[in-house]
């Protein structure tokens, strides 16, 4: 997962011909804060990374939508699957989490640590006995911003249209995009 350096967003304001002043009043930061990351002196926390590549996105007229970030491939589980079924899936993708889908419609989520205190005995039990709260939904149209405030909270968000499932969003995708 790589990020985009201070080198990296330096050259990309330069180019743009913005001020360090206006990237940090489109980005929502204070200038001497820009000036900071840009000379490698602070590491910025992702939300605050966010908001500057979004910022130097808008600069450049491509605001990032879900329909750009997302994977089609939605490695999931179903309700009615056994819980051995969930951790195999976990396992063989090297995921930590699953959306919980039936007929394509996101109706929880399961993870390893849902899993950990459980018997033997328990993995032929049903994924919907044991399952959290489904993942957040955004239409194709939601922007990288909203999506990271989401992600600030959950660990994917799942994108939808018309109810029905067509994509997931992760913390790598959006940490892939800023690189």
């Keep these: 997962m790589d990020l985009p350096s201070p080198q990296d ?11 360090q002043s206006t990237l940090a009043e489109r980005a929502g930061v204070s ?5 900071r990351i840009e000379g490698g002196d602070v590491d910025p926390r992702l939300s605050t990374l966010r908001r500057i590549v979004n910022a130097l996105e808008e600069a450049e007229g491509g605001i990032v939508r879900a329909a750009e970030l997302m994977n089609t491939e939605v490695i999931h589980v179903e309700p009615d699957d056994a819980i051995r079924e969930a951790v195999k899936r976990m396992d063989e993708e090297a995921y930590s989490q699953l959306p919980v889908l039936q007929n ?22 049903p994924v919907v006995e044991h399952m959290g709260e489904s993942f ?9 911003d909203e999506i990271g405030n989401l992600l600030d909270h959950y660990k994917a968000v799942m994108v939808t249209d018309t109810g029905e499932t067509v994509g997931i969003v992760t913390e790598a995708d959006v940490a892939s995009r800023l690189s």
Excluded at 31 to 35: D, G, K, S, T, V
Excluded at 108 to 118: F, K, P, T
Excluded at 136 to 144: C, D, F, G, K, N
């Design 9 to 19: 967003l330096r050259e990309r304001r330069i180019e743009l011909d913005l001020t």
């Design 136 to 144: 957040p939904t955004v239409s194709r149209e939601a922007t990288l």
């Design 31 to 35: 200038q001497p804060l820009i000036a």
């Design 104 to 125: 394509g419609i996101p109706v929880g989520s399961i993870s390893q640590s849902d899993l950990v205190h459980l018997d033997a005995e328990a993995r032929d039990e």
